[in-house]
């Protein structure tokens, strides 16, 4: 019973740092449990207390009771007579209290087991207060663990004394976790609900790449450069806005570090997730600029009334604004607090059109057609009068969709403009006769005759 009680008290103490006081005052109910279901009746008693000699692991169980007279003496677990209690006490007096040793025989022995339950329950209670207590203060922080199990999605991380929880909402969807691995978290919060406290641990919160860039750049930690904006899609790609208080301090040149040291030991943590490090500015346009790289922006439009930014790249640079699966696009949109509108820039192709339609209408002009006309006959390889006298009449006919005669009458028209002589075929004029036709054409001439 003695080494049984010190043990107990000691393994809690030492091993699981639970106050001395509150692994006693744990044992002291577990034992005032035990005795209520040992002795019958004892359920009745309003007042007990159970006394713990951690020294010797002896358990007293004491009752108070109300002192009554003779006559009123009905209630044995909670009254005491007065001829009794004046023995106890002479100066003992109606309806005071006096307190009795009422330990069974025994009792230290079948009552640890019989308390063993509750006093566990009020050890592990006692535990997640302890957890509470000391986490508490420390939501916002990074702190290492190792992986101890898993329960169903959720992943139980062992923190020493303590376990956490990485719920699978706050898990990386791109990196798998095995028992035993040493990974590192962010403390997102810890709640002290009907289950009592909880550790919530994250890796996909913005606020642990913070915590990494803090730790991992002395001009962050010492205040000389801040980090204004975090944008990230855990497991793929995140950007981090900073600007410096010192104008001689490049905000982005510390964050990356002598030969990019600092960013990839951070990009190193977050399992190869890809990180840009912006210089952040009041301006839109320049910030814009910024988080939209590396591509080149033709044109930006700002509606500060409703916080929109509108932007125009080359159609070479669309790709890369907008990002895979429209990532950049979004990113920016979120660090900058912006709706971000990106365009493939159609004024080269406005002025290709333009060139087109101009030429268009020069062939027109000359040819004496409309310009629908002359668009077609561009279209079908009419670029000019030069190109069009080497057409086929069919060929025209069949472009533009007009008679021969109208084809033919195009065809007149660009020989003119370029000064060839008339073909045959466009002047009307018909081979002469020979003697062969001539003599084929007179018994037809004969036979009409007849």
Not at 95 to 104: H, K
Not at 164 to 186: C, L
Request: aromatic share 6%; proline share 4%.
């Amino acid at each position: 019973m003695t080494n049984d009680i010190v043990a107990l008290i000691d393994y809690y103490e030492k091993e699981k740092g639970i106050d001395r006081d509150k692994v006693v005052a744990a044992l002291e109910y577990a034992f005032i449990s035990a005795y209520r279901k040992m002795v019958p009746g004892a359920d009745a008693i309003e007042v007990l207390r159970a006394e713990v000699d951690t020294k010797r692991g002896e358990t007293r169980i004491h009752a108070t009771l109300r002192v009554v007279a003779d006559d009123d003496y009905v209630d044995k677990f909670n009254e005491v007579p007065m001829k009794l209690a004046s023995k106890r006490d002479p100066e003992a007096q109606l309806d005071g209290e006096m307190e009795f040793d009422v330990t069974p025989k025994d009792f230290g022995r079948i009552a640890v087991q019989t308390a063993k339950q509750t006093m566990m329950q009020r050890l592990r209670q006692a535990e997640k207060e302890m957890i509470y207590e000391e986490f508490k203060d420390r939501a916002g922080d990074v702190v290492s663990g190792t992986v101890r199990r898993f329960d169903r999605s959720d992943v139980m991380l062992d923190l020493g004394k303590f376990e956490g929880v990485m719920p699978s909402r706050e898990r990386v969807q791109t990196e798998e976790y095995n028992i035993g691995d040493r990974i590192r978290a962010y403390v997102v919060a810890v709640e002290n609900e009907g289950r009592g406290p909880e550790i919530i641990l994250s890796r996909s919160h913005p606020n642990f790449v913070r915590r990494l860039f803090e730790a991992e750049v002395n001009e962050i930690s010492d205040h000389t450069v801040e980090i204004r904006g975090i944008a990230r899609e855990a497991g793929y790609r995140t950007k981090v806005a900073v600007w410096s208080n010192d104008p001689k301090v490049d905000p982005v040149g510390a964050c990356v570090g002598m030969k990019g040291a600092r960013v990839k030991n951070i990009v190193r943590e977050l399992n190869n997730e890809k990180v840009d490090i912006i210089r952040w500015s009041e301006d839109p346009e320049e910030f814009v600029r910024e988080a939209l790289k590396p591509a080149t922006l033709r044109s930006i439009t700002v509606d500060e009334d409703k916080r929109v930014v509108l932007v125009t790249v080359d159609e070479e640079d669309l790709s890369k604004a907008i990002g895979r699966r429209g990532q950049n696009a979004r990113l920016s949109s979120r660090l900058m607090g912006w709706d971000v509108q990106v365009r493939k820039d159609e004024s080269k192709k406005e002025q290709f059109e333009a060139k087109i339609a101009d030429a268009a209408h020069s062939v027109a002009e000359q040819l004496g057609i409309d310009d629908e006309l002359a668009a077609k006959l561009f279209a079908a390889g009419g670029m000019s009068p030069e190109m069009v006298v080497d057409m086929p009449v069919e060929y025209i006919c069949t472009v533009l969709e007009v008679p021969e005669e109208r084809s033919k009458d195009i065809l007149t028209r660009a020989h003119g403009v370029v000064g060839r002589e008339l073909p045959d075929y466009l002047t009307g004029d018909a081979p002469a006769a020979t003697e062969e036709t001539a003599e084929a054409d007179e018994p037809a001439a004969e036979s009409k005759e007849g």
